[in-house]
């Protein structure tokens, strides 16, 4: 089992930066890929980015060129720097890992952390 813990959402003004971290338990990440997904209200939850055991990376065409996820293996930690924040980037975010590959769908997701609020006011 892997456990995922989100940290650093908050209330950040538009143009401004936060920094997501996933940690990881019970296992280590360095095998799974780790997607990046938000979900604001009435919304279904969608993925932003992903990184893949071999460091490749994903992002929706709504995080290009503004987000950048990472990964230490050696702290379990997977993150997400955030950019040029909008208010349209407002939604809880979410972090979940797959073992294997690359997948843009959330179905395919084995665990997921409980996600960390992000609010940006315009």
């Known amino acids: 089992q892997v456990q995922l813990a989100e940290s650093g959402g908050g209330l950040v003004q538009a143009g401004g930066s936060l920094r997501l971290s996933c940690a990881a338990s019970?296992?280590?990440?360095?095998?799974?890929?780790v997607g990046w997904f938000r979900q604001a209200p009435g919304k279904e939850r969608d993925i932003i980015s992903l990184i893949t055991s071999s460091g490749n990376t994903y992002y929706a065409d709504s995080a290009k060129g503004r987000f950048t996820v990472s990964r230490d293996n050696a702290e379990n930690t997977v993150f997400l720097q955030m950019n040029n924040l909008k208010p349209e980037d407002t939604a809880g975010y979410y972090c979940?890992?797959?073992?294997?590959?690359?997948?843009?769908?959330?179905?395919?997701?084995?665990?997921w952390g409980q996600g960390t609020q992000v609010t940006v006011s315009s």
């Open positions: 979940a890992a797959r073992w294997g590959g690359w997948s843009s769908s959330r179905h395919d997701y084995d665990y």
């Open positions: 019970g296992r280590t990440l360095s095998g799974y890929a």
